[in-house]
């Protein structure tokens, strides 16, 4: 589940598709803000930190040759008075300063950068990321939320992005056989809307949209699917009650029958046109 | 001695950009030879750590004074363990700032801000 920007439903949509499911995992990759777990609330079993590799320098080696400091794209490593110097915080753990160092002065060391939750709520099961704030990347407990469902072929997963199409997003889709583009009716949902079709264009991966809020009124985002040939999954109304229920992070499918019909119909659109696709593009 | 300030234009008579990081360009002035020039600040389209980059071009240019309106933690570190002064720069053009500068007239900058990180107020 993914969307350009924050706030249009992608939370509401993966809680309630891994609800309406029963049995399924639900992993939260929205590192940075990750709620689904407010609505799951879930029996917490497990708990486990996340650490990503940063440099560690040996001035007795480093001979002040400065070529870290000129591979560094994120600007974590200053060169003052001849040595390199590293700002912790803006380092993204590319290891490239490791590996093209002349003089093998740059070793790894582990830094704690967040932890990942493990619970179970009904027959779903819960994957929590939390970044610790201020962390540049979320990257490396994306990577261990993955593993959690690697292997895992009975149950379907669902995959609760980070908005927007950045690194963070590309991680999180990587192995993601389908992807649920949410969009709101919007000029501005549009516009990311469109961030994200094309970066599911760009990795290959078969996509359809959800239109969130849907209102009476004209919704440019659908205007925009039937423009560009996007697959329209379904159809979420605008509805207070159904605002209401989620302000109070409580799960819609589980508590009302109308809901649960409503997110169970869409969840079985995207599995019928999830397998199509794997049938038709086996090579996805 | 070599003076470095953050501007919008490559002119000694506009305004000093208030963004150190992201200035698009650097006055260099030489105060003993009292020549001019600029430099492209090549942390303006960084996704981050544009302060440490900046401050980098600054001390690799052997600047050995900042006149600037604010400055990151960051860029303030390198600039500090590099031994160049930041200067609080005055409303006005970098002509009256150098000028300024060199009667005294410039406090050192005492305060560094967190960073904006995407959030730089206009």
Not at chain 2, 14 to 31: H, I, K, M, W
Request: glycine share 8%; hydrophobic share 40%.
């Amino acid at each position: 589940m993914l969307s350009g920007k924050g706030g249009t439903g992608k939370t509401l949509v993966s809680v309630n598709f891994a609800a309406a499911a029963e049995a399924a995992v639900y992993l939260d990759c929205d590192v940075e803000e990750p709620n689904g777990h407010l609505f799951f609330k879930p029996e917490i079993t497990s708990e486990e930190l996340v650490s990503a590799k940063i440099p560690l320098i040996d001035y007795d080696r480093c001979n002040g040759c400065r070529t870290c400091v000129d591979f560094c794209k994120f600007n974590a490593l200053a060169f003052i008075k001849n040595k390199p110097v590293l700002f912790k915080d803006i380092c993204h753990s590319c290891g490239g300063c490791v590996l093209f160092c002349p003089q093998k002065a740059i070793s790894e060391e582990e830094k704690n950068v967040g932890m990942i939750q493990s619970g179970t709520s009904g027959q779903v099961r819960v994957h929590t990321g939390f970044l610790n704030t201020g962390e540049a990347s979320g990257i490396p407990i994306i990577k261990e939320l993955l593993k959690k469902s690697a292997g895992e072929t009975a149950l379907p997963i669902f995959i609760d992005c980070p908005p927007g199409n950045a690194c963070s997003v590309m991680e999180s889709i990587k192995d993601a056989d389908y992807c649920v583009l949410v969009a709101e009716p919007t000029v501005f949902g549009v516009h990311n809307l469109k961030m994200v079709c094309d970066l599911a264009e760009t990795f290959h991966k078969p996509y359809g949209v959800v239109l969130n809020k849907c209102l009476e009124d004209e919704n440019p985002a659908e205007e925009f699917c039937k423009e560009h040939h996007a697959t329209i999954l379904g159809r979420i109304p605008f509805d207070s009650k159904l605002g209401s229920i989620s302000s109070n992070a409580r799960i819609a499918v589980r508590e009302n029958d109308r809901y649960r019909e409503l997110f169970s119909e869409l969840l079985h659109t995207i599995i019928e046109e999830a397998n199509h696709e794997a049938v038709a593009h086996p090579q996805r | 001695m070599k003076i470095a300030i953050p501007m919008n234009e490559q002119s000694m008579d506009t305004e000093v950009c208030p963004s150190f990081g992201r200035a698009p360009y650097f006055l260099l002035y030489d105060s003993v030879t009292k020549e001019a020039y600029y430099l492209d600040n090549e942390a303006v389209a960084s996704q981050g750590g544009a302060g440490i980059r900046a401050a980098q071009v600054i001390a690799d240019h052997g600047v050995k004074a900042l006149i600037a309106p604010r400055c990151g933690e960051n860029a303030a570190e390198v600039l500090t363990k590099a031994e160049v002064f930041t200067y609080h720069s005055i409303p006005g053009t970098a002509r009256q700032n150098i000028e300024a500068h060199l009667n005294n007239q410039l406090p050192l900058l005492s305060e560094f801000h967190a960073g904006f990180h995407g959030h730089e107020k206009k």
